[in-house]
Nanobody, 114 residues
C-alpha cells in the first residue's frame, strides 16, 4: 500500500514562506508523477502543482504561479512545495498525491493570517 506523509505546515503571516515536504514509501516513487493539492473550507480540492517522474517538467495553477515551486529528490523519495509570498487565500489543507496511483497523504494545514 503506497504511503505519503506530509509535513511542514503551520501558521505564517502574509508575505511569509513555508516549505512543505512529503515522504513517499511502498511504491516506485522515481516512476511516479507527483502532485500537491489543496482544499480550503467550503471549496473543492485544487491541484496547485505537479512534477514529472524525473523532475524535468512542472506545472502550476495560475493562482500560485511565480510564488510556489515544486521539486523532488528521487534519492530520498521526497517531494517538496516551496511556498513564497503567501496570501490569506492560500490558507488550506495541503495534500501530497501520487494521483495516477490513487494515493494521497493525510494533509497538512497551512494558515496565512496576521
Amino acid at each position: 500500500q503506497p504511503q505519503l506523509v506530509e509535513s511542514g505546515g503551520g501558521l505564517v503571516q502574509p508575505g511569509g514562506s513555508l516549505k512543505l515536504s512529503c515522504a513517499a514509501s511502498r511504491f516506485s516513487f522515481s516512476r511516479a508523477l507527483m502532485s500537491w493539492y489543496r482544499q480550503a473550507p467550503g471549496k473543492e480540492r485544487e491541484r496547485v502543482a505537479v512534477i514529472s517522474s524525473d523532475g524535468g517538467w512542472t506545472n502550476y495553477a495560475d493562482s500560485v504561479k511565480g510564488r510556489f515551486t515544486i521539486s523532488r529528490d528521487n534519492t530520498k523519495n521526497m517531494v517538496y512545495l516551496q511556498m513564497n509570498s503567501l496570501k490569506p487565500p492560500d490558507t488550506a489543507v495541503y495534500y501530497c498525491a501520487a494521483t495516477l496511483l490513487g494515493s494521497w497523504g493525510q494533509g497538512t494545514q497551512v494558515t496565512v493570517s496576521s
